[in-house]
């Protein structure tokens, strides 16, 4: 009986034509607006979080507290010193304090100017060992910077594209603003922003050219236990407050764990991706009225059929059930459709995007759960637009049928 319904309910679908076709229209843009935005806001989602990721989950930043967006060191209220970071070393739990500093520096090459962020490596060996297996580097050329290196520099893969010179490899020299410095190390592509347009250069040779006095833009801790990471982190916030005479809460650092950055970063991407569903749910609302109205029109069309079907048999249940399988096919066809759109759509942006930064920053994963989700969603949705002119055509009178 169910495969008789299908039929009909199929050959009626096919018999409307256009019509079916501007229905499907409506569900399967919703449909493909859900699967992408969602599609590439886990991509985001999964970019973001690996950026923070990357500091490990046995590290913490103390930096300064900001007032404005920037670089630190560049708006910050109060700068952390070389008396915080002694403080800071003498924590428990604290293995290694490594003092960093970020800033913008002017970059030259081959008649070429522009401007990037530079950061610092460390003199100690066992410091510069901790930095390059906390961000696994790999090299398209050349190699890191050695403990005492000075007039060396190691820059991100970005500075190998066109705006700077294909011919940007290990041995070439630049200016740094203004200075010259040997390139020993060209980094590999890597799917963050920062490590692909970093200059890395001596502590030293940077303090100098920058001119920075005794400051700190931010200090990354590395703890003997990763257990211990969150006592360590409350330690290092208790000293640094009791000796800049700061009450709680109203601290001018922030000590950052692993946990907290990544808890804040999703806080704010869950936001996004509701957002984003919420929109989305529009054109949904838009294709199940499209298809309500499909149905109620088949059902004035088809009122005389309905009569004949009755006349010979028909109960009010099998002219229910034609009806609810073609809104609930009109549902699934248009629900598969949009997602080979959407997921079409969100595989073509990221490709987009990646091949414009140079790097894998945007990475769409076919999702099995929210694939089935959504065409089991728009099967539901396309039945339950249905159910009323369903009813309506089951509860037809024969006769009155007839008459019409």
Do not use: C, W
């Amino acid at each position: 009986m169910f495969k008789e319904f299908f039929s009909i309910a199929l050959r009626n679908i096919r018999r409307r034509g256009i019509r079916s076709i501007l229905t499907l229209l409506g569900i399967f843009i919703g449909i493909a607006a859900v699967v992408s935005l969602i599609s590439m806001g886990q991509g985001l989602q999964e970019a973001i979080t690996g950026q923070f990721s990357s500091l490990g989950t046995d590290k913490l930043i103390i930096q300064n507290a900001g007032t404005g967006f920037g670089p630190p060191g560049s708006t910050s209220i109060t700068k952390l010193t070389e008396h915080d970071l002694k403080i800071i070393e003498s924590v428990n739990g604290v293995e290694e304090a490594i003092p960093r500093y970020l800033r913008m520096l002017t970059f030259e090459y081959d008649k070429n100017t522009a401007y990037s962020y530079g950061t610092t490596v460390p003199d100690n060996q066992k410091q510069i060992d901790l930095i390059t297996s906390t961000f696994n580097f790999g090299y398209e050329s050349g190699r890191f910077i050695k403990a005492g290196e000075r007039g060396k520099v190691v820059l991100g893969h970005d500075f190998t594209s066109e705006k700077y010179g294909k011919d940007l490899v290990a041995g070439k020299t630049v200016k740094i603003n203004g200075e010259s410095f040997e390139v020993v190390g060209v980094m590999n592509p890597a799917s963050t922003f920062e490590l692909n347009s970093v200059i890395l250069m001596n502590e030293e040779d940077f303090r100098r050219i920058v001119k920075i006095g005794d400051e700190i833009d931010f200090v990354v801790v590395q703890v003997s236990s990763s257990s211990d990471i969150e006592k360590v982190a409350a330690d290092i916030k208790t000293k640094l407050r009791k000796d800049r005479n700061e009450k709680e809460g109203e601290e001018d650092f922030s000590v950052q764990t692993p946990s907290s950055a990544l808890e804040s970063v999703n806080t704010i991407l869950n936001i996004v991706n509701l957002i984003i569903v919420g929109i989305a749910a529009i054109s949904l609302l838009v294709g199940a009225i499209g298809i309500a109205n499909t149905m109620y029109t088949s059902v004035l069309e088809r009122t005389r059929e309905i009569g004949v079907m009755k006349s010979i048999g028909a109960k009010n249940s099998d002219v229910l059930m034609i009806f609810l399988i073609e809104s609930g096919l009109l549902g699934l066809v248009g629900g598969i459709i949009g997602v080979i759109i959407g997921l079409s759509m969100s595989f073509g942006i990221s490709t987009i995007a990646n091949s414009a930064f140079g790097s894998e920053i945007l990475k769409i994963n076919f999702s099995l759960p929210l694939v089935l989700g959504a065409i089991g969603f728009s099967f539901f949705m396309g039945i339950i637009s249905g159910v009323l002119p369903a009813l309506q055509a089951s509860k037809l009178e024969p006769v009155e049928a007839l008459r019409k």
